[in-house]
């Protein structure tokens, strides 16, 4: 029962991201690019559970994230499930301060953006290119690491949230 809880909980707010991504921050936006808060909660919610409770947020919010917008549906979704995926891979992987690791992921998880949505559009004609030396790449992905310690704060408070990995960080001894 404690992971139904952990999914419908990550679930719930990496919609809530999404909505709040699509609708209310066009403000915020600079130079026309805003910061992917969805997929920047995708992310440290992988980084804290791992890689299940981060591939179904990411699947969830892209695929609301599909059919509010305009562009392909399943793209988005598709690059939140891989970007939840490997990042749960590496949960527990690199021990950091609460500043610089939620940053580095969520400039991972640009990257790792840039990377699925470059690689789907060589093989599929009409998805749109995402050029990761373009300056809109580069502005999403300081927004988005300017972004990452303040969700990652308030994602601590969530109780069901509790970093799980059943992993050790690097340089932990090993027990025999």
């Given at each position: 029962m404690g992971d139904f809880r952990v999914i419908a909980a990550t679930t719930l707010i990496a919609v809530a991201a999404s909505l709040l991504t699509s609708t209310l921050l066009s403000w915020v936006a600079v130079a026309g690019v805003k910061p992917d808060l969805a997929l920047v909660?995708?992310?440290l919610?992988?980084?804290?559970?791992?890689?299940?409770?981060?591939?179904?947020?990411?699947?969830?919010?892209?695929l609301l994230a599909d059919t509010i917008s305009v562009?392909?549906?399943?793209?988005?979704?598709?690059?939140?499930?891989?970007?939840?995926?490997?990042?749960?891979?590496?949960a527990g992987l690199v021990s950091a301060d609460w500043v610089l690791l939620?940053?580095?992921?969520?400039?991972?998880?640009?990257?790792?953006?840039?990377?699925?949505?470059?690689?789907?559009?060589?093989?599929?004609?009409?998805?749109?290119?995402?050029?990761?030396?373009?300056?809109?790449?580069?502005?999403?992905?300081?927004?988005?690491?300017?972004?990452a310690p303040a969700l990652y704060?308030?994602?601590s408070l969530v109780p069901w949230l509790?970093?799980?990995?059943p992993r050790?960080?690097?340089?932990?001894?090993?027990?025999?």
């Open positions: 909660v995708v992310a919610i992988a980084m804290r559970r791992g890689s299940m409770p981060g591939q179904i947020a990411g699947f969830a919010s892209g562009g392909p549906l399943g793209l988005t979704a598709m690059v939140r499930t891989v970007a939840g995926y490997l990042i749960g891979r590496m939620p940053t580095l992921v969520a400039i991972a998880a640009t990257v790792l953006k840039a990377l699925t949505v470059t690689v789907l559009a060589l093989t599929i004609p009409w998805i749109p290119g995402y050029g990761i030396a373009a300056p809109s790449f580069l502005i999403e992905a300081a927004l988005n690491g300017v972004a704060v308030l994602l509790k970093d799980r990995s050790r960080p690097l340089g932990a001894k090993l027990r025999p």
